[in-house]
């Protein structure tokens, strides 16, 4: 028999009889080392522990310590996951199941939805499973021979036929279950020691809406019971603090029926935060020299097959509607609109930078599985600006927004975030403008400017909008899912389109770059992350109600209604609570719409134009002159303070 080599991490070498597997190089280091593996990495790839290394290669074993194990880890889950719905319901069709960032999911197709019973006796037979110690075996099957083995299985046997190779890999979970899968996996069901199903969707075959829907089952796995309770925990904690529980709760949003899906209304509560966001942010605008326009919400479709959203960005559209002879469609960006603007009048390089901003609304056709409260919507306003430069000046303009956005995270206590420079896809030119040495540029532009400003960031392929690279903000929600809030984006693109010009100081018409950007993001995203971020306790400076005046008998509400007029008039945000209840109600309700201040007002009170003050979270904090308690309060507001 041959021998080859195998070169461990540390630098030194095995020779061991080809066929060797890499669970038994393990089992040869340590009993704890083959106790912890999960998987092995020969060379750059992810193989099973339990795969014969046939020559020379690098080996390391991946154990519980390892990220990529976990996933690893928690695909194996899937598969039980998968066998046993085939067991307990024999006529189950079989889509995907990957790992996903919180745990896995596998889609299947069923006449019969499942219930929430049939999650629990799922899990249970996921647990039997477990413990009859199944191997997850590779096995390899010739795709022509394998197309008839999975003939009663038709998703599968549409991949197969899409992506299989002539001789592919597949991995048995007892006698019974067999699944065209790459792997890798986990050598046996006893590996895996803590999983639990959390919920059932609904999802489309391959993510399209033109195909068969199918039910999806998420599930989570872990390497201990501990770190599964403790995600659970968390997971009780973040449902807490969702921002459409709290947006019920709280009143400040409500999605109707009627209305239809993605198109929020603003209830007086969230529509005082909205607005004080946005007179905040216009303000800085103006500061910086902004200057803001006003703009429709539609325009003709020859507008945006000139910008090239039509070729790029038709599918997130909603679809034209057609009047007296023309074709009308609802704006998905405000780009063209203030291109416009910019087109309106002859410009000399003297003017420029030229900053157009507006608090633009757009719609976009987001599908009806990704929408969520006010986070992912169809119809948003966007803290919109595009600024229009010479190519010189697209560095400090970048920087100048840099800075504005820290600002304004710093006013809205908003502290874990991280950069990301989205990057364009050269093989794609269904969605993005076909010029490679306009991206490489773009690209080139961002890195340095990031780079000289000194702030860490990763890259993403394929993020990058139809017309340029971007630097967003990505912000994390209470369950760790990352979205763009901020965005920055350079644009040669659309200049040229609209062939843009300025008078240069040579005399002669040059083109200017336009840097897109947004700061607050939507009003309709942001706040859905400060939702969340503050568990609905504003900050006073952004709460919806700041102070709420509670009469303690009938006698009190006079003074109550001078008390709470003087507050308004004074800029507060103030709410007068004269029903007739009792003032421990009053409290607690307030409490519970968790309103900074809570002004209780008798006798004593009246008499000595004071107010006994409770805080929502440092309670009782006695009486103070009425005139000392709106000057403290504005203090706090217009310092935007933002913790309690
Ligand atoms: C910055 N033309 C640029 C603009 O000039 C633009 O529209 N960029 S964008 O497409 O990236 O959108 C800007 C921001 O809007 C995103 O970064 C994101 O924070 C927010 N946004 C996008 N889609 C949605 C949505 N469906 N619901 C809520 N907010 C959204
Ligand atoms: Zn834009």
Known sequence: M?????????????????????????????????????????????WDLTRPLESDAKLQILTTKNPEALEVYRHST????AAAVLELFPETKLGIGPPIESGFYYD??????????????????????????????????????????????????????????????EYTLGPHF????????????????????LSLAGAYWKGSEKNAQLQRIYGTAFFTQKDLEDYLNRLEEAKKRDHRKLGRELELFTVSETVG??????????????RVLEDYIVEREREQGYQHVYTPDLAKVDLYKRSGHWEHYHEDMFPPMELEHEEMVLRPMNCPHHILIYESKKRSYRELPVKLAELGTMYRYERSGVLSGLSRVRC????????????????????????????????LGITQYRYRLSLGDRSNKEKYVDNDAMWDLGERV???????????????????????????????????HEETYSTIQVDFHLPNQFELGYIAPDGKEHRPVIIHRAIISTMERMVS????????????????????????????????????????????????????????LKIREAQLQKVPYMLVVGDREAEADSVAVRHRKHGDMGAKPVEQFIAEVRALNDTRITTD
């Not at 197309?147 to 299989?164: G, H």
């Not at 899968?181 to 590996?191: A, E, I, L």
């Not at 595009?386 to 006013?411: C, G, N, W």
Request: aromatic share 8%; with cysteine; proline share 6%.
């Open 2 to 46: 041959s021998t080859i080599q195998v070169t461990l991490p540390d630098g030194s070498v095995q020779s061991v009889a080809a066929g060797t597997k890499p669970l038994e190089i393990a089992q040869s280091i340590s009993k704890r080392l083959a106790e912890d593996a999960i998987v092995a990495r020969v060379n750059e790839d992810l």
């Open 78 to 81: 899937a598969h039980l996951l």
């Open 108 to 169: 299947f197709q069923r006449d019969r939805p499942f219930t929430q019973e049939d999650l629990e006796q799922i899990e249970k037979r996921m647990w039997e499973i477990q413990a009859r110690d199944l191997p997850y075996e590779r096995k390899y099957t010739k795709k022509d021979e394998g197309l008839k083995l999975y003939s009663d299985q038709p998703m599968k046997v549409e991949l197969i036929t899409e992506r299989a190779g002539e001789v592919f890999s």
């Open 178 to 197: 067999i699944d065209f899968c790459r792997g890798p996996h986990v050598p046996s069901t006893k590996k895996i020691k803590a999983f639990k199903l």
């Open 261 to 274: 899906a993605g198109l929020p209304l603003w209830l007086p509560k969230g529509a005082t935060i909205r």
């Open 380 to 411: 948003m306003t966007l803290n919109d600006a595009h600024i229009f430069v010479t190519p010189d000046q697209i560095k400090s303009a970048f920087s100048e927004v840099m800075r504005l956005v820290e600002r304004a995270y710093k006013d």
């Open 446 to 480: 961002l890195r340095e400017a990031m780079t000289e400003l000194g702030l860490p960031f990763f890259e993403a392929k394929g993020e990058a909008a139809f017309y340029g690279p971007k630097l967003d903000i990505q912000l994390a929600d209470v369950m760790g």
């Open 529 to 584: 992350y400060l939702i969340e971020l503050y568990a609905g306790a504003f900050p006073v400076w952004l709460a919806p109600v700041q102070a709420t005046v509670l009469p303690i008998t009938d006698r009190h509400v006079e003074f109550a209604r001078k008390v709470h007029e003087r507050l308004l008039a004074a800029g507060l945000r103030s709410h007068l609570d004269d029903r007739n209840e009792k003032v421990n």
